[in-house]
């Protein structure tokens, strides 16, 4: 009989924004469940994949194989009738789930809707690889920082009175005509609300297609001003003057200074937070580890903070151009009554889309047992602090399996299971579980 609950190895990325050596979560992760893995403290360790995407699958390990050839071979067992009906595939499950390490800023950039997507993959299959949408969502491991949204348009107006190299590059103009008709606390779907994202699109749409010669400039001025006047900066925010410093070692004279530092949210997510990143929003991940599950697809439309193709034309016709503030970002954890023990907190982060939810489960230093009822459809988890066990619930010969930091694990459809957490840690022991289901 095939097992219900078993480990997977899963592979890592060095992209060179990670964090180097053990400094690194992923790096940390790996290290701790295969002990041969040397560890390089001079190499990045960006990201930890866990899932069947085909690029870096995992592996189950008592079964020697991948995870997606597992799953083709035995589909209604790992995935389930219903989960195939729904995404129309017998191999793969429709997330991925990840663990990111971040030492120097991502892209800025957006991903499309599923209509988008069928749309720029068929004229560009190059740049976009596939017809399918990319929502994504990050839950913070170590405290964690990014760029997510545009800012209320009160604060977009204010940078442009104050901030002269932005007001410069948009030109008077656009510049006169956002801050005199813009509409704070504008209704969603208002005709204020529209005019607000129709000002905001002329805004971004001259700076993105602003010349090089003139962005170099622009940038130059820019940082040298946040040194020598950063008051003027400090109004609008007061960490703006060291993240435009900052941004601008890692990226010198980049358009991300402006697209990121003066018109996108600056979020701090403390450990357990979350942030879901919805279709046609601009986005970017700054520092921190977090967790992070997506839609199963590599469509990326860049903006900034990136020496990669920038689709300024897709990017400037897609966005949504919605404005909320920095709390708006975040996600309100719901509870999830299908779990029942002595877990200090059992957290469902449960997105608008179809994909993907994650449980977060955290138990006291003490320890404890938390049941958890069947979930119809394929889940992997992931163990980011402390010890203890794992254990499919009302089947005699199902074995009790350690879980130890950086320990993965994939739970079949319609599996009961039971986390146990050991006695007298040193740390709570803090686990993630992305699953899908219809």
């Known amino acids: 009989m095939l097992e219900k609950v078993f480990r997977l190895e899963c592979g890592y990325q060095n992209y060179d924004w990670g964090k180097l050596g053990s400094s690194s979560a992923v790096a940390q992760f790996v290290k701790n469940s295969d002990s041969s893995i040397e560890i390089d403290e001079d190499k990045p360790y960006a990201e930890l994949w866990m899932g069947t995407h085909p690029s870096v699958p995992s592996k189950a390990i008592d079964f020697n194989e991948t995870l997606r050839d ?31 390490s971040i030492e120097k800023v ?107 010669e003139t962005m170099k400039r622009e940038t130059a001025s820019l940082v040298q001003s946040s040194i020598d006047e950063p008051e003027i900066f400090s109004k609008l925010d007061s960490r703006l003057p060291e993240l435009i410093q900052r941004m601008n ?123 958890f009822q069947a979930i119809d459809g394929p889940s992997i988890m992931i163990a980011t602090s402390g010890t203890g066990y794992i254990q499919q619930v009302g089947v005699e010969e199902a074995k009790k399996q350690r879980i130890n930091t950086g320990n993965v694990y994939f739970i079949a459809p319609n599996t009961e299971i039971e986390l146990i957490a050991d006695k007298d840690q040193s740390e709570e022991f803090t686990t993630y579980r992305a699953f899908v289901e219809v």
């Open 249 to 371: 070692k890692q990226f010198p004279n980049d358009i991300g200074l402006f697209c990121g530092c003066i018109l996108l949210n600056h979020v701090h997510l403390n450990k357990g937070e979350a942030m879901f990143l919805q279709a046609k929003d601009p986005h970017a991940y700054i520092s921190g580890d977090i967790i992070e599950c997506m839609a199963a697809s590599d469509n990326v439309v860049r903006a900034g903070f990136t020496p990669k193709f920038k689709d300024v034309k897709t990017l400037v016709e897609m966005l949504t151009y919605t404005c909320e503030p920095v709390e708006e970002q975040k996600m309100k954890p719901k509870t999830f009554p299908r779990a029942q023990g002595d877990a200090k907190t059992v957290s469902l982060f449960d997105p608008p889309i179809e994909e993907f939810s994650v449980l977060q489960t955290v138990f006291n230093k003490i320890g404890g047992k938390e049941t």
């Open 106 to 212: 991502l892209s800025i950039q957006a991903h499309p809707d599923k209509k988008l997507a069928a749309q720029i993959h068929k004229q560009d299959p190059k740049n976009y690889p596939d017809d399918n949408h990319k929502p994504e969502m990050a839950i913070a491991v170590t405290d964690f920082e990014a760029f997510c949204g545009f800012k209320p348009v009160d604060q977009l107006a204010k940078s442009l009175e104050t901030v002269q190299e932005l007001r410069r590059i948009i030109g008077e103009d656009i510049s006169r005509q956002f801050i005199d008709s813009v509409k704070p606390n504008a209704k969603k779907g208002s005709l204020e609300d529209i005019t607000n994202r129709q000002l905001l699109r002329k805004v971004f749409g001259k700076l993105m297609n602003t010349d090089e």
């Open 70 to 100: 597992l799953i083709t071979e035995h589909p209604k067992e790992l995935l389930g009738d219903s989960i195939i009906a729904k995404f129309g595939s017998s191999k793969e499950i429709p997330f991925l789930f990840k663990v990111l």
